[in-house]
């Protein structure tokens, strides 16, 4: 059972636009939503994280937008650049367990 | 170095040979993590160590797999009788552990497993 649903697979999108990444989760006793972000051939490395009390958080140019009711949160890349063509990752933590379970990722290209 | 160090980065073995992994924490990060990057496959997790506690070893495939932590720091996953469907890449990651108001975790690089 997928615990994080996480879309689109792909994303490829134009310098300067603004990159949209969803997931969706199911367990409703995950306290934490983190984002990562993987470079090629590097482990994951913390991006942006929100609790589920707040429906917001922005950190520069990148905004986690939460939905507790709907149990969905997404990343907004703002103003994209080519440097932040990597692979996202969503994650939840809670429900007894200190793990992060992980969404699939998503391949993120920004075209110059 | 302060991040988290795994070896070896790249692995080529036979199918039918034993491997191990190594992974070297964050020093003070009581917990420790294993996952498994496989291509199109997000990252799986294998085993959690948390300090003195029993490992939660509800993620490790099968059991050709298994982990160890020595003195609550470095730990070795190893790998019996490798098959062709363990080639991924093996996921190191360390954190404060439990009760820590965040939860991140550090990854190391990984080691990329190739099984032939």
């Known amino acids: 059972q997928q615990q994080v649903k996480q879309s689109p697979q792909s994303l490829i999108v134009q310098k300067g636009g603004i990159s949209i990444i969803n997931c969706a989760y199911e367990n409703t006793a995950f306290d934490y939503f983190p984002w990562y972000q993987q470079f090629p051939g590097k482990g994951p490395a913390l991006l942006i994280a929100?609790?589920?009390?707040?429906s917001e958080k922005k950190e520069g140019r990148f905004t986690i937008s939460f939905n507790k009711s709907a149990k969905q949160f997404s990343l907004h890349i703002m103003d994209s650049q080519p440097g932040d063509s990597a692979t996202y990752f969503c994650?939840?933590?809670?429900?007894?367990?200190?793990?992060?379970?992980f969404g699939k990722g998503t391949h993120l290209i920004i075209q110059p | 170095g302060a991040g988290v160090s795994q070896s070896p980065s790249n692995k080529v073995t036979e199918k039918g040979k034993d491997v191990e992994l190594r992974c070297d924490p964050i020093s003070g990060h009581t917990a420790l993590y294993w996952y498994r990057q496989s291509l199109g496959q997000g990252l799986e997790f294998l085993i959690y160590?948390?300090?003195?506690?029993?490992?939660?070893k509800s993620g490790l495939p099968s059991d050709r797999f298994s982990a160890e932590r020595t003195g609550g720091s470095v730990s070795t996953l190893t790998i019996q009788r490798t098959q062709q469907e363990d080639s991924a890449v093996y996921l190191c990651?360390?954190?404060?552990?439990?009760?820590?108001?965040?939860?991140?975790?550090?990854f190391g690089e990984g080691s990329r497993l190739t099984v032939l």
């Open positions: 929100i609790r589920p009390d707040v």
């Open positions: 990651a360390s954190s404060l552990g439990r009760g820590a108001n965040t939860g991140e975790l550090f």
């Open positions: 994650a939840a933590r809670g429900g007894g367990a200190d793990g992060l379970t």
């Open positions: 160590f948390q300090g003195n506690s029993a490992p939660d």
